[in-house]
């Protein structure tokens, strides 16, 4: 018979039996329990998105760290709606990563305090595609989804595409770097603010508002309302023009149809390589549709320097061309002619002066030639009371008026207030005239011809049209001998009908008369002294 072994010595054997056991259950636990919870986690996860968003959820992988923060990591998530392979997915996040308390890991997800997302892209279909019925799939689980409240979402590089209607035409792309989301239930309105550098003009929005809640049928139909602040962006990309533009303004309705009022101003707009900086200020209104990028402006109104503009009009999106063309009818009630042609005559002080109207159509098709060189501006304008700066063009526009008059020799009278009128089209960087009048007391001037705005090259012809004979502009024998002639040049009511030309640029032009087929020419300023 065996020696009996004492108690003491037995539970020496049995504790290294249960230590075993121990590391063994650990073991299991290690290998087994992070596996259940990721899956669990899982199907949380994608079951809410795709009652939300009635989306089919793709997630390629799922990992738990039980002692990390976060303790939870997604990567490549998708959402495509239900059976759609006709569109892109809805939308594809890069990674994701989010920490839930212990009792999150033992039951399905209901709350995440903070949520990072890292790469979002976001494809808003046309609304066609979008209310187009999805096709039949497998009914949905009658066990409730549970929901799934996130406070707050932090987005890094977020990229919101919306599709176009017409195929072949390039998707309006929106790419918002450091987008925070708070009260992100998906069942409500969530808070947004986001910053996106826009590309052209290069400058930084800063943008904060309301959207949602989600529109699961159709995305575009998804509210959302806010306000922008876009700052010291450069117009120098455009070719043409030049200057510093800053906005502010608020929008609000769909995703896809948004109305938008704002200002802009840019203290030093200008026409590059021909006029000099003027400021320039706008009050606007404007409906973007969301699907293409086209904006239809309703009533714009704008501060050239002292003039008070008003616009209607739109901005359509060509892709073909890679640009947009804007199309804008415009008038001016009650201008003043010196801030248009700031824009147009770089000079220190202003060739003419005065109150002008204007009434004309402005179109300007993409491509990369500057701008001057492809507006198309058709128009027509009117300047009462004109005053010009240049002394000696004064002088001779009041010996043009007395002699007009038949008084040559009085120099109490003859004025170089005109009015101005004329029918323009401004094409290719080349003004033309198709009508312009010219009136001094005792003379009216009517031309037609181009002026070249870059190079100021003048070539008109038309008439001068006195009141006086053609004698009475004269005086002593001059007088005497050009009586025998005056039946030749009277017409239409006027005393005097002569054919003239200017000819020259803008700095140096030269008036010519025709009488009896010989041109004499005149220079109107000798020199550069004489310049305004």
Known sequence: ?????????????????????????????ILFWPQSIEDHIRKSVTEALADRFKADVDLKALHIRLFANPNVIGEGLSLRHHGRFDVPPLIQIEKFSFKVGFMGLLGPVKHIALLRVQNMLIMIPPRESSAAPPPPHSSPSTNPVPRIVVDRVICDDTDIRILPKQQGKEPLDWDIHNLLLTSAGIYKPFVFHGNLTNGKPKGEIDTEGQFGPWDADDPGATPVSGEYKFTDADLDPFPGIAGTLSSTGKYSGLLSKLEVQGQ???????????GKPVPLHTDFSATVDGTNGDTFLHPVNATLVQSHIIAEGRVVRMPQKKGHLISIDATVPGGRIQDFLGLAVNSEKPLLTGPVKIKAKLTIPPGPEHAIEKIILDGQFGVDDAQWSSATLREKLESLSRHAQGKPEDQDIGSSVSDL?????????VLHFRRLTFRVKGAAIDLAGTYALSKGDLDFTGHLRLQAKLSQTMTGSKS???????????????????????????????????????TFDKHLTANKHNLP
């Open 1 to 29: 018979m065996s020696p009996s072994v004492p108690k003491s010595r037995k539970w020496i054997l049995i504790v290294p039996g249960v230590f075993a056991f121990i590391l063994l259950l650990i073991a299991a636990y």
């Open 480 to 518: 005497f001998f050009l009586k025998a002639f005056d039946p030749f040049f009277e017409k239409g009511g006027s005393g005097t009908v002569l054919p003239i030309r200017i000819t020259g640029t803008r700095d140096n032009p030269v008036f010519g008369v025709s009488v009896f087929h010989k």
């Open 421 to 429: 009128n004329g029918n323009f089209l401004l094409q290719n960087g």
């Open 264 to 274: 802009t101003d840019t203290p030093n707009f200008s026409l590059d390589k021909v």
